[in-house]
């Protein structure tokens, strides 16, 4: 069994197996460990104290929280839009094309709006930037970031063999469209489909992803991940593999990026798959590993001692898998999963003659490192404070413009069978749009008569841009109570 690295994916899971899931490349997601989010003190936190917060996952439930305090701030630009809380009509669109509503349709207005943002394609925007950047790094990689968001069962889970009950097929973290599509949780989705084109020996393609999920200064329903994919001809791999520039540069190297290779030995819970050779799996394994430490080497260029690991994962469409980590700033931080893909992938998509690696990392989890930037929201900021700051090709530290002050409002009731926390989430979401900074679970219990069980969310309401009132929190609680009794039927407490 995998070490439980991030809850995250959907995608990395062994099916249903208990709930830590592995692997990651959910961005920023990240729950395993127990730490304390950094403390609301009305001022972003410095990046020592969320850096822990990325690379590590579960929290604590019960985290202290700052109460509404005046702001000082002199500047209140005009109240953001009410937030859009029609119930999905029977009929919708999403980037223009008509859908259907259905007994599965979980998708909101509010994550639809998301769908037309495509932040990795806005010029001088951080992810924009950090794209361009490992684009520049791969240049014989064909870039791909125009697919539309949509996709079916069948791309983003069978075509990459997860497995019946995956956990990552539940309603709870993906967002359907109807019984057969869902806005895709990751950029894997794609693969087979641009594999089978047989045009590009590699490509990177870039994409916003859509889960369900908490809310967090790291968590955010829709986010962007890349993926790279790599084949070789099977019958000229050594040549191809020892003839790329990248093995020659690592070998000449003075970076440790070899001896972290060979530190990562194949085992028998990572196996090289029966439809490989143990020669061409290593050969493509080092090739991969060799590949992405020259990347995150290059990204990180400002630390020429970088350390990094590799920690062996578990994907339903590679063989062996890896998760790698560097050490930034005293914390191990997950950035990417990766692996050999699975032959019968490759031999469905037009590609028996072929083997192959693939990656996938969350371009919001790097980025918030490499521009020092707190909060995942701000991505989704339209404030010039925050988007003048950032140029085309310049790595920058984004500098905090303001102070708003934090309030927090607790909610608590008992919960109809089946209640999901993601369903709630997704409440607080409609209702309060970015103004929710946090949702925590800060206590559970079950009554031991009624056998009932009754949950209390503490919500931190906290703009990016000004001081939201005493009395506009109220009344977005208020909306998230009635709402949370009328959709999902809690008994308020
Ligand atoms: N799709 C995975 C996720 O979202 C990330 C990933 C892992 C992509 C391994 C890959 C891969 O291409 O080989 O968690």
Redesign the pocket.
């Known amino acids: 069994m995998l070490r439980p690295v991030c809850r ?5 899971a062994a099916p249903l197996a208990a709930n830590v899931r592995t ?4 961005n920023v997601r990240a729950l395993c460990s127990a730490r304390h989010p950094p403390t609301n003190t009305g001022s972003p936190p410095p990046i020592a104290s969320y850096l822990p917060y990325l690379s590590s996952p579960r929290r604590f439930l019960s985290t202290p929280a700052a109460t509404l305090q005046d702001s000082a701030s002199p500047h209140h630009p005009p109240s953001p839009p009410k937030p859009d809380l029609k119930a999905l009509p029977n009929k919708f669109t999403i980037l223009g094309r008509p859908y259907t509503r259905h007994a599965h349709t979980n998708v909101t207005p509010t994550i639809i709006s998301k769908t037309d943002r495509r932040l990795h394609l806005q010029p001088n925007h951080p992810i924009n930037i950090l794209k361009r950047r490992i684009e520049s790094h791969f240049p014989s990689f064909t870039p791909i970031d125009s697919l539309d968001p949509v996709v079916t069962t069948q791309q983003n889970f069978d075509s ?1 063999l997860f497995p019946p009950d995956h956990i990552g097929r539940a309603a709870t973290d993906t967002y359907y469209v109807n019984a057969n599509q869902v806005l895709r ?5 794609h ?1 087979a489909e641009v594999l089978r084109r047989r045009e590009d020996e590699a490509f990177l393609l870039t994409a916003d ?1 859509y889960r369900r999920d908490e809310i967090d200064v790291s968590h955010y329903p829709v986010f962007h ?1 890349m ?3 790599r084949t070789f001809s099977r019958s000229e791999l050594e040549r191809e593999v020892m003839q790329d520039p990248v093995m020659k540069d690592s070998g000449s190297s003075s970076s440790s990026s070899s001896s972290s290779i060979q530190g990562a030995v194949l085992s028998p819970t990572n196996p090289i798959q029966p439809a490989h050779t143990r020669t061409d799996a290593l050969l493509v394994d080092l090739h991969l590993r060799t590949s992405l430490e020259s990347m995150v080497r290059s990204l990180f260029r400002e630390d020429p001692d970088l350390q990094i690991r590799w920690i062996e ?1 578990y ?1 339903p ?2 063989s062996p ?3 790698m980590e560097v050490l930034y700033r005293g914390q191990w931080l997950e950035l ?6 699975q032959q019968s992938i490759l031999d469905s998509s037009n590609n028996a003659d072929r083997v192959g ?6 371009l919001e989890r790097i980025a918030m490192v490499m521009f020092d930037i707190p909060d995942i929201r701000l991505f989704w900021s339209r404030d010039e404070r925050f988007l003048n700051q950032f140029k085309a090709g310049d790595i920058v530290k984004f500098q905090p413009f303001s102070k708003f002050p934090v309030c927090y409002k607790d909610i608590s009731f008992w919960c109809p069978d089946g209640f999901h926390d993601n369903d709630f989430a997704d409440i607080v979401r409609d209702v309060a749009g970015d103004m929710a900074e946090d949702v925590k679970l800060i206590d559970k219990f079950q009554h031991p008569k009624t056998k009932k069980t009754s949950r209390c969310f503490r919500i931190n309401y906290r703009s990016m841009d000004r001081t939201c009132t005493n009395e506009e929190v109220d009344q977005i609680q208020d909306q998230v109570r009635r709402l949370a009794e009328e959709k999902l039927g809690v008994e308020l407490r």
């Open positions: 995250r994916t959907a995608m990395a692997g990651c490349c959910r990459l949780t990751h950029t894997s989705a693969q992803v991940q993926e790279g994919v994962a994907f469409f590679t898998s890896w998760e990417l999963g990766c692996g050999v893909i690696w693939a990656f996938g990392l969350g």
